[in-house]
């Protein structure tokens, strides 16, 4: 993989298909006055302000970066990366991390409405106590493999998470699969009731007052195999649609090529919504712990 100047560059310890990106604090330095110039409100108001972001982090890198992780992404062998700042970067705030998140997806495509926070982004909290309706902020429930943007009738075609912050946890891994690492994607692959249409809905917090109906199951350009995928949203039909549910969510968690790894506060996931699954470990109980995700998906460029 070519050299990029202010990047380290390097497969993740745990797999070749996901694809470390680490910025150097000199990129970190030059950033902080083109960040400057706008204001979250700005971002949030003028979409166009978000593509300036992308350009100026782009233009450090020679203009490599935003070539680089497209081509990441839509290679089905790799499909995600991971950028890493340094934590312990005293210049590296929320803030700084909502626009660098902004500048790096801006650099893939346009990002998706997202209703849960009625703008382009979503920031959102896991602690001890929860009364929420969705496994997204249950602290202490494993949240099982799946894919974003299942009930939504956008183009999700990837996503990024960022960990803006984290205190007193242990547990909370990010969990990852690959579907051509899938033990049972022969089987599932063959079975047709996952090409059947399911319905998707969602709960109140989501503020989506729809539903959508697509299959489990489809097939790329290529013929392989995609998915759109989560356990707690289809609503199936008949007996024959809930017992595909439930061998396929078990075939999903029982998977021993699953990858578990830490990722570090002010890092961003990014991944091909389309063959990469992702979950999270259950965190250990503590009172005092917090986590604040950021969210961003949405759809490639058109050119």
């Known amino acids: 993989m070519d050299k990029i100047s202010g990047l380290e560059i390097s497969n993740h310890k745990k797999s070749s298909r996901i694809i470390n990106i680490k910025i150097s604090d000199e990129i970190i330095d030059k950033l902080i006055f083109p960040f400057h110039k706008f204001d979250i409100v700005a971002l949030e108001y003028k979409p166009f302000t978000r593509f300036t972001l992308a ?13 680089l ?44 409405y997202d209703s849960m926070a009625e703008k382009y982004y979503a920031r959102f909290h896991i602690k001890d106590e929860d009364q929420s309706d969705s496994y997204l902020r249950k602290a202490y429930t494993n949240m099982d493999l799946h894919t974003d943007g299942t009930y939504v009738d956008e183009t999700t075609d990837w996503l990024l998470m960022t960990k803006i912050e984290e205190k007193n946890t242990e547990g909370g891994e990010t969990a990852l699969l690959h579907l051509d690492d899938w033990e049972h994607y022969e089987e599932f692959s063959k079975d047709p009731v996952g090409k059947q249409n399911f319905t998707w809905g969602s709960p109140k917090s989501k503020n989506i007052d729809y539903k959508v109906e697509h299959p489990v199951f489809s097939n790329d350009k290529n013929g392989k195999l995609q998915i759109s995928y989560i356990d707690q949203f289809p ?32 890092s961003s996931i990014v991944a091909n919504n389309y063959f990469w699954l992702h979950g999270r470990k259950p965190f250990k109980k503590n009172k005092n712990l917090i986590r604040e995700l950021l969210r961003i998906r949405g759809s490639f460029s058109i050119n």
């Open 55 to 67: 350009k100026s982090l782009d233009d450090l890198t020679n203009n490599k970066l935003g070539k």
């Open 69 to 112: 992780i497209n081509s990441i992404l839509r290679d089905r062998s790799t499909g995600c990366f991971i950028i890493e700042t340094n934590e312990n970067n005293k210049k590296i705030d929320d803030i700084f991390l909502v626009k660098l998140s902004t500048a790096i997806s801006h650099l893939i495509g346009v990002p998706n």
């Open 235 to 266: 609503e199936p039909k008949n007996m024959e649609q809930g017992n595909f549910l439930q061998r396929l969510s078990d075939a999903l968690e029982e998977s021993e090529n699953k990858i578990i790894t830490k990722i570090p506060t002010g």
